[in-house]
């Protein structure tokens, strides 16, 4: 059984190209897959009936490659987490006490990236790490 990832994005992606880039790889992932959105300031994450994990995306964060991102879901999977949570932060990011409450930090690099390619940029990271996961030519080593 696969488990659900959820992306939850502060600020608006609104209509634009970004929005479709995520959009596009979104509806390629054969996982359930769920996105939504919070304002910049406040707004409760959603309940979830499952147990699951939160990755924070922040610039603190570790790199992890394609493959190493994979391996983690996949073990997460079979340890019986029914949820990955993947949090993009607004403007200002995250604060020391959301860091310290997530189950992994990553980053897409040193560079700070604006929200909008980072929502784009996770998408092609799921839809690549369950491609791997079954096995799937999308991704290539080497």
């Keep these: 059984m696969a488990m659900r990832l959820h992306i939850i994005?502060?600020?608006?992606?609104?209509?634009?190209?970004?929005?479709?880039?995520?959009?596009?790889?979104?509806?390629?992932?054969?996982?359930?897959v769920k996105h939504c959105e919070l304002p910049d300031r406040g707004g409760e994450l959603p309940a979830s009936d499952a147990p699951f994990k939160t990755i924070i995306l922040d610039e603190k964060g570790e790199q992890l490659g394609s493959?190493?991102?994979?391996?983690?879901?996949?073990?997460?999977?079979?340890?019986?987490?029914?949820e990955v949570r993947f949090l993009i932060g607004a403007a200002d990011g995250f604060g020391d006490a959301e860091?310290?409450?997530?189950?992994?930090?990553?980053?897409?690099?040193?560079a700070t990236w604006p929200h909008l390619m980072a929502r784009a940029m996770l998408a092609e990271q799921l839809f690549r790490a369950t491609s791997i996961i079954a096995n799937h030519p999308y991704h290539r080593e080497g």
């Design 67 to 82: 493959v190493e991102l994979a391996r983690l879901l996949e073990r997460w999977r079979d340890d019986g987490v029914r």
């Design 9 to 32: 994005a502060r600020g608006k992606i609104g209509r634009s190209p970004e929005a479709d880039l995520v959009e596009r790889y979104l509806k390629r992932i054969s996982w359930p």
């Design 99 to 110: 860091r310290a409450s997530a189950d992994k930090l990553i980053a897409f690099g040193k």
